[in-house]
């Protein structure tokens, strides 16, 4: 699953940089973006006592291309290295059990982006589009509040982690001319999962996080 993946990266690399340089594409840029994400988890299912334990930090980096088909219109895509972390707790006979999910993904990203009239070097942009995450490491930490049951790190759950990922990303922001062709843009974005992301149990657990974008464009 690795090799494949990481193929897919370099396929994906070099037809952004291919873009990049030939005539196909008038209006194409590519970035780099990097930036942190604060993931929770979803949980529906049979067993109430498990619940979602709150927001934990991950982060986000990799290439984006924006391809312009008309003049504040713009198709979005890239590849992405996003970690996707989330708790939950569960509670028995008096005893909680929290369980940190730490989860890893190679996301490809389908999404419009809608841009203002440029204005002092700076536009303002809304997006909305499909998240596709690849499942590359999958590994919890576990705790429970009686002592005498010892505590569990790094786990290895990847046997119990769904392969894909599916979201609904919504976001807007500023993007600012630095110099030239050279641009930077921020803004915030949610990427919504809407699938299980377990293979296993009878508790549907789903992820989102909210993504502070940081990303400058040649």
């Known amino acids: 699953?690795?090799?494949?993946?990481?193929?897919?990266f370099f396929?994906?690399?070099?037809a952004l940089l291919f873009a990049q340089d030939g005539d196909t594409f008038k209006?194409?840029?590519l970035g780099i973006a990097a930036h942190p994400t604060f993931g929770y988890l979803k949980i529906n299912g049979e067993n109430a006592k498990v619940k979602s334990d709150g927001l934990r930090a991950g982060f986000s980096y990799g290439l984006l291309g924006d391809f312009a088909f008309a003049d504040n219109y713009t198709f979005s895509s890239g590849i992405l290295l996003t970690t996707i972390n989330g708790q939950s707790v569960l509670s028995n006979m008096g005893n909680d059990t929290k369980t940190i999910y730490k989860?890893?993904?190679?996301?490809?990203?389908?999404k419009l982006k809608l841009f203002t009239n440029q204005k002092n070097d700076m536009r303002f942009y809304g997006e909305v589009g499909l998240g596709n995450g690849i499942n590359i490491g999958a590994k919890n930490?576990?705790?429970s509040s009686d002592s005498s049951i010892p505590e569990q790190k790094n786990v290895?759950?990847?046997?119990?982690?769904?392969?894909?990922r599916g979201s609904i990303i919504i976001g807007g922001g500023a993007e600012f001319a630095i110099s030239g062709k050279t641009k930077?843009?921020?803004?915030?974005?949610?990427?919504?999962g809407f699938t299980n992301i377990q293979?296993?149990?009878g508790v549907t657990v789903k992820n989102a996080y909210i993504g502070l974008n940081l990303a400058v464009f040649f």
């Open 1 to 8: 699953m690795k090799k494949l993946v990481f193929g897919l």
């Open 11 to 14: 396929i994906c690399a070099s």
């Open 27 to 29: 209006g194409f840029k």
């Open 103 to 110: 989860l890893q993904y190679i996301e490809i990203p389908l």
């Open 141 to 143: 930490d576990v705790k």
């Open 156 to 164: 290895n759950i990847s046997s119990s982690i769904a392969a894909y």
């Open 184 to 192: 930077a843009s921020a803004g915030l974005a949610f990427n919504n």
């Open 199 to 201: 293979n296993t149990g």
